[in-house]
């Protein structure tokens, strides 16, 4: 089948912002989906976007959205060290998520 | 803790033994997902239930694979016959909802070496 896409490796020093990127494959998923891993974890529900919205900001997290391209992006404002982990973007397919294979944020001081 | 609550954490088991994992969701929630996981990738999709009902098995799944949910709330995946390439993370998550998913709750998994 095809395949959520996500760039597997982000650097970034303390402060800066992050972008987090991803591509999905279902034009119909209701909803779409960060979430966060730390190592030997489960995964953390970061946040959440509505199909028919363009962004969603939620404090340091701001979510963008293209339809059109079936692109979702994650921004954290002012990284900090604490932020290094996994992400993963995921979309509904049916009644499940499908994940892609995660961004190792890398934060360093 | 009213999270989704995994059992065992860990698990180290022989080839050829069979294991049962447990998975206790949130109370009111009525959808429950089983996820594997390997080193350096995503999660990836197992099976899932609406209440009792088992409503999608992924293709992948080997028939050594089982998973119940006999009374809608907690669930057990039992894999028969282990092999060494069944050694993953097993995540449960649950999630409220009669159409699609909406806000999935993952526990922190069972880590299954097999040996």
């Known amino acids: 089948g095809e395949d959520v896409e996500q760039s597997l490796f982000l650097s970034v020093r303390e402060g800066d912002s992050s972008v987090i990127n991803c591509t999905y494959t279902?034009?119909?998923?209701?909803?779409l989906y960060w979430y966060k891993q730390e190592p030997g974890a489960g995964l953390q529900l970061l946040t959440y976007?509505?199909?028919?919205?363009d962004m969603k900001q939620d404090q340091r997290l701001t979510v963008l959205l293209n339809k059109k391209d079936k692109h979702l992006s994650l921004r954290i404002a002012d990284t900090q060290t604490g932020d290094s982990a996994i992400y993963f973007c995921a979309e509904t397919q049916g009644g499940k998520l499908i994940f892609g294979q995660g961004t190792e944020l890398s934060v360093k001081p | 803790d009213t999270g989704v609550s995994q059992d065992p954490r860990h698990k180290i088991t022989k080839r050829g033994q069979n294991v049962t994992f447990r998975c206790d969701p949130i109370s009111e929630h009525n959808r429950l997902y089983w996820y594997r996981q390997t080193l350096g990738q995503g999660p990836e999709f197992l099976t899932y239930f609406q209440n009792e009902a088992q409503l999608e098995k992924s293709r992948l799944l080997s028939d050594r694979f089982s998973a119940e949910r006999p009374k809608g709330s907690f669930s057990t995946l039992e894999i028969q016959r282990t092999e060494q390439g069944d050694s993953a993370m097993y995540l449960c998550a649950s999630s409220l909802g009669s159409q699609g998913v909406f806000l999935a709750f993952f526990g922190q998994g069972t880590r299954l070496t097999v040996v």
């Open positions: 279902d034009s119909s998923s209701t909803y």
């Open positions: 976007i509505f199909s028919n919205m």
